[in-house]
């Protein structure tokens, strides 16, 4: 049994220095705001990001939002229409406790004051 298992360490540890380099190498990386913050990711990008772009981000929630931010971007592009589609919740805990309003919105709230 141990040395089924220190196969697979051996494996995931190949693998995981496979992804490292591989994403290393990338100039740009496309995923989903909370695919960003996976520890997987975590522990292989362990480089600050010049860019985080963000599209539709009016239709994300506030917190979805701030995940990818762990990333430390030096710039922060927002993509969206506050006036179109906003984001939408059926959870009335999440109401509640005013998780209805995007990033994108409180920013340009914040502005208006």
Known sequence: MEELELKKYDEEKIEYKREQKYLSEKRVIFCTLITSGIAK????????????FIDEATQQFEPMTLVPMIWNPRKLVLFGDHKQLDSYTRSDECTENKFTISFFERLINAGKG
């Open 41 to 52: 990711f975590k522990r292989i990008l362990q480089s600050n990001f010049s860019y985080l």
